[in-house]
């Protein structure tokens, strides 16, 4: 148990559906982010958050959409998804004060199919 | 462009011997990095990390080398367990940057053969 909880575990959706994942940390952090792993490819950022605040967007396209609240949930909006967003999205967290060897703390994941 | 590569995608090692996950790099401006570990149905956790102005970090059966001439890290694991059975990813940070932007490696999957 890491501290960071994502539900749901699975998720398969049609390209015109919308769903969203979440993301809760009980770590008393300060930032929190979003991954995407693919097969074969490396974890990739897509979004930062630190103190509710976006820092970081990662080129991502608009179909996902991030929402945080505040700073214990994290929410991934997803719209007109395609089916090459298939993949597994990982929430993580972290002190986020900016300081070296910062450690991120990470969720379950939510493996996302598109059909 | 790869900017952290794990060439070898999987490695195989007989309990009690040791285990070398190797790591390269290529941006100069990554001054600390971390190892995690992910079994499957799991996110990563954090195993150890390291500082460029150290070579050497030690944690129980765990090691971190880091090379800076040659740009490359490696993990050594002795002695190596079933329960290591999982895949190891490699990441790196540049703490001018922010720290908020850590860039991971593919990854290995080190089985231990009991």
């Known amino acids: 148990e890491t501290g960071v909880t994502q539900t749901p575990r699975h998720l398969v959706m049609g390209m015109t559906n919308k769903k969203s994942l979440k993301c809760e940390q009980h770590?008393?952090?300060?930032?929190m982010y979003w991954y995407k792993q693919s097969a074969k490819k490396p974890l990739e950022l897509m979004f930062v958050?630190?103190?509710?605040?976006?820092?970081e967007n990662n080129s991502v396209p608009s179909r996902f959409s991030p929402e945080c609240p505040n700073s214990s949930h994290l929410f991934l909006h997803l719209h007109t998804l395609q089916p090459e967003d298939s993949a597994l999205y990982l929430c993580?967290?972290?002190?986020?004060?900016?300081?070296?060897?910062?450690?991120?703390?990470f969720g379950s994941g939510t493996q996302l199919s598109v059909l | 462009d790869q900017q952290v590569k794990q060439n070898s995608p999987s490695l195989s090692v007989q309990e009690g011997r040791i285990s070398i996950l190797n790591c390269d790099y290529t941006?100069?401006?990554?001054?600390?990095f971390l190892w995690y570990k992910k079994y499957p149905a799991e996110g990563p956790t954090f195993l150890i990390s390291?500082?460029?102005?150290?070579d050497k970090n030690e944690d129980g059966r765990f090691t971190v080398f880091l090379n800076k001439s040659a740009k490359h890290l490696s993990l050594h694991i002795v002695p190596s367990q079933p329960g290591d059975s999982a895949v190891y990813f490699c990441?790196?940070?540049?703490?001018?940057?922010?720290?908020?932007?850590?860039?991971f490696g593919k990854g290995t999957k080190l089985s231990v053969i009991p």
């Open positions: 993580a967290s972290s002190l986020g004060q900016g300081v070296s060897n910062e450690k991120l703390f």
């Open positions: 770590l008393g952090h300060n930032a």
């Open positions: 958050y630190s103190l509710e605040e976006r820092v």
């Open positions: 941006n100069s401006m990554f001054d600390y």
């Open positions: 390291i500082s460029s102005i150290k």
């Open positions: 990441a790196a940070g540049a703490s001018g940057a922010g720290s908020y932007q850590l860039t």
